[in-house]
């Protein structure tokens, strides 16, 4: 839940450790940046494991949302990475 999620990122900060956290719609990569974990995954969970990727407007939107709240936040875009035309896309598309 929100709550548990909150404040796993804060103690983690306290201890030093960096966080990651998976998300997978605009809305909840919005409610996870303003957490503020280190980086966040951002992923539609029905494209997990199935080698396609996000479609690049997912890419620019979710980059995009996570810089207007909290521009230190990395964000991975992961799905369907897997040859270095996928990785220029994604990096092209602002990530």
Not at 9 to 22: F, H, K, P, S, Y
């Amino acid at each position: 839940d929100r709550e548990t999620l909150v404040k796993t990122i804060a103690r983690a900060d306290e201890v030093g450790l960096g966080t990651i956290v998976c998300a997978d719609t605009l809305e909840e990569i919005a409610a996870v940046a303003k957490m503020s974990p280190n980086l966040i995954v951002a992923e539609p969970t029905a494209l997990i494991g199935t080698g396609q990727a996000s479609d690049l407007s997912y890419v620019r939107d979710t980059i995009r949302i996570v810089r207007e709240i909290n521009p230190e936040i990395m964000v991975l875009q992961g799905a369907g990475i897997s040859n270095g035309q996928d990785v220029y896309n994604v990096i092209h598309a602002g990530a």
